[in-house]
């Protein structure tokens, strides 16, 4: 069964800062895998998809890269601001459909 | 994009009772699913709603608890069984067009005394 990790579970910058966040999976026959963001009391907005077949993908100052081999994913934010401050969810798919979720980052950015 | 919408947002039931949760998306849809999420942890997908015919469930899942409809292509229900207070968690409804972002509705918190 896929079993997917993110480390670290919560993080504190100061405004300003890039950061990383990182997405493990132990099962390397996924078709994609996507990047959420949820806020307290509110659903899952998508942030971004990469294929499997691609290696990363930016929007705006996300940018999220896929080394399916070796089952990992970061995602990269650059220049926090307040109000990026949420929980981060990464979810891999072996089939495009059913998606398998890790635990998430819970991030805070002081300001 | 697709914008998705759950009823009741949120509902505090007794133990032993049913609650019917609907999922209504603003255009059609190829899949629909429903995941879990309980206190602190992250989701866990229950099953695939299938339209016109019965929900795929996942593993631990099975419709006598959780039964699932799917009439058309843009709305499901969700119907959490005979409640006890380890069914207190967050319900989401989620949706694709086949080979593309997965979208979610906004949840229902369900709390069970």
């Known amino acids: 069964k896929q079993e997917v990790t993110q480390i670290p579970a919560a993080l504190s910058v100061p405004e300003g800062e890039n950061l990383v966040l990182n997405c493990s999976f132990t099962d390397s026959a996924i078709y994609n895998l996507q990047w959420f963001r949820q806020d307290p009391g509110k659903g899952l907005t998508s942030l971004l998809l990469i294929q499997s077949s691609q290696r990363e993908q930016t929007s705006g100052r996300l940018n999220a890269s896929l080394d399916k081999s070796s089952g990992r994913s970061t995602l990269y934010i650059a220049a926090s601001q307040p109000g990026d401050s949420a929980t981060y969810l990464c979810?891999?798919?072996?089939?495009?459909?059913?998606?398998?979720f890790g635990t998430g980052t819970s991030l805070t950015v002081i300001p | 994009s697709a914008v998705i919408s759950q009823k009741p947002s949120r509902d505090i039931c007794q133990r032993g009772t049913s609650l019917t949760i609907q999922c209504q998306v603003d255009s059609q849809v190829t899949m629909m699913f429903w995941y879990r999420q309980q206190p602190g942890q992250s989701l866990t997908l229950i099953a695939t709603a299938n339209q016109g015919s019965e929900a795929t469930y996942e593993s631990g899942f099975v419709i006598d608890k959780f039964p699932i409809s799917r009439p058309n292509l843009t709305f499901s229900t969700l119907t959490v069984s005979n409640m006890s207070p380890e069914d207190s968690s967050i319900y989401l409804c989620?949706?694709?067009?086949?080979?593309?972002?997965?979208?979610f509705g906004p949840g229902t918190r369900l709390l069970v005394l």
């Open positions: 989620s949706a694709n067009r086949g080979e593309e972002t997965q979208y």
């Open positions: 979810a891999v798919s072996r089939t495009g459909n059913q998606f398998y």
